[in-house]
């Protein structure tokens, strides 16, 4: 009798069998580089900026100068001259001095802080006013502010958003080192499974598992490929989960994981490698079959839809970032139940709840339907042996993608 | 005098300034249309499913001989044959007959209810024992449940997740018509910008904020195309802002707008169109300029990184969605302020923070800095007006993508 495991059971198990993650990287251009995961830690070469810069338009001054400068009495000091933007400040202040510069342009020797240029007043005879004093350090991005050579500026397992592309460019990171995206190969099977661009015959059914779990795959962040769909013969599933093993980092089997006659694929994965459990303690998600070939994880998602969609959410999503080096992103929120939801025995229980501002409606719908996922924004985990949520309970929802 | 804009105001002006919204479409089959924004409503061709299907694998009956039915008087069903996977029902149950069907197989005449495996034992002599009654309609999926014929599925403006995938690939609609993404063009400005990649001589400084906002506009749904930097000269500006505004949705400039010698992005639009506004009361955002050119939107942002990305999230992304066709995602949580925050006069400020837990960490950073972005999970709107935010005051915080 193979094992029957706890949700949280199984998903241990599964990143904990992880054995043969995938290491291979590849080396991007930066712009190409949105949304990957970093494979190494990305040091700073130099020093950000790499000189002491303005951060206004303004007027650069020895702060000393302008100490007690008031409306009353500014401080009169003789304009030197103006840093020209991406040029060097060659001038250097001598006491009573300022300088012109613009946002970004270097600071000149002799000048600790800068004034904007609303708070000074240009006069004739190349003087500018200034009104009130100024600290030392104002206005000032010094060198190395913003990251110092040798400084790790982003660590391994990060994720590249817009943000971080801006930090790795400002720093002239502009090839780097990213996880390679896990292959995920994506088997459908049944026999009364056709491709959803043909018009069903008889009791036939349109594969959306296929194409839906291609999809979820790569939102995830995985490299994804459907193959097929394979009709329940044992030797045909047998030759084509071979073949499906080769070149991927997970397998994922769509269906023929329930009981009766649709066990062909736990025979076929027992056969061709190692069972780890049939059956997860969950509703639904009740036929879910994982284990490996040759310590490539295969797993076996129930064949309704949204069954295999939760389940997947649940423990295939995970196991997709933790092959992708990167940190689990599970977004949640607190929402109060609209309803009582009844108490739950023997089994954890996945239920799909739309949001409402702060309210959580739980969606009643039977198995097998589809319609019941696009209305949901997410789920609750319920645990199990546990005696009812009254109407009103403050739940933890997890919100799909 | 330019008028200078509270960020409400600016982005209720952008959004209904938008006479010209992209409504071109692209026909995609269902697998390229991930994350894209529905351009049509999409309704059912059929009923799904189009027969009466089993949701488990197990005995279809008809319920009222299981009627009383207990573990000490079962009720003795006559198995009358199987539904193959796939294939129409072509038996018809007689009184006190049952036939094995798997789950996804049609029901047969004469049955209005599933009878689980586990829940019925098959005796010698092609009998099958019911132990408890099953009610009408149990376990069974009937026609048109997941949608019926004309019933819309989707709407449109709704972004295709793996689930809308999923849905869609179940009804058969396997090419649909997709929202055309919104053509971005960035420029970005100033003397002393230098690609990334090149070595900065003198104090020329590496433009960060080209390959951020591109991936900026890319992550909000964008097709973006950095278009490269351009001197702070006024005549070369004009000629590359009236090509860049050519073949696109929406020109970004970045730089640029500050206020003293480099407004001739100002000079530069009101030339080419009309400048909607010139300052936003915003901190930091304050050099924000935007307008038209041929009913196309024009936005000059900040040169200072965490500025121009800032009111990118707070200004542009709404713009980009709104021209996408689709309704603004603004994922936000609700956290307590780890330390109080000084009174805010006169403008609104966007505030930088952290996650930790229920907790909002605020980044102190100078303006100018590159990494305090990465450090930070969102930002705070503090009104303009404000006394103050004492330490443990619960704010909502806008979280970055």
Known sequence: MLQVLALDEARALLLRKIKKANKKTDRLALPDALGRILAEDVKANDDLPSFNRSAVDGF??????????????????????????????????????????????????????????????????????????????????????????????????????????????????????????????????????????????????????????????????????????????????????????????????????????????????????????HGLALKPGKPTLAGEIDEMPVIGLPGHPAAAYLVFHAMVRPLIFALSGAMLQERTTKAALTEAVPSNHGREELLLVRLDGEQAIPIHAKSGLVSPMTQADGYVRIPRETEGLPKGARVEVILFD
């Open 60 to 277: 650069a001054v020895s702060a000393r100068d302008t100490f007690g400068a008031s409306a009353a009495l500014p401080a009169l000091l003789r304009l030197a001259g103006e840093v020209k933007m991406g040029e060097r400040a060659e001038l250097s202040l001598n006491a009573d001095e300022c300088a012109a510069v613009w946002t970004g342009g270097e600071l000149p020797h002799g000048a600790d802080a800068m004034v904007m240029l609303e708070d000074a007043e240009t006069l004739p005879g190349g003087l500018v006013a200034v009104e009130s004093p100024a600290a030392p350090g104002r206005h000032i991005v010094f060198r190395g502010d913003d990251g110092k050579e040798g400084e790790t500026l982003l660590c391994a397992s990060t994720r590249l958003s817009a943000r971080e592309i801006g930090l790795l460019a400002a720093f002239g990171v502009t090839q780097i080192e990213v996880r390679r995206r896990p292959r995920v190969h994506i088997l459908s099977t049944g026999d009364e499974l056709i491709d959803p661009a043909e018009t069903p015959q008889n009791a036939q059914i349109r594969d959306c598992n296929g194409p839906m779990l291609t999809a979820a795959c790569e939102q995830a962040g995985a490299d994804a490929r459907f193959l097929g769909r394979v009709p329940d013969d044992e030797q045909t599933l047998l030759n084509e989960m071979r073949s499906a093993a080769e070149n991927c980092d997970l397998l994922l089997l769509s269906g023929g994981s329930s009981a009766g006659a649709k066990d062909a694929a736990v025979r076929c994965l027992s056969s061709l490698g190692e069972v780890f459990f």
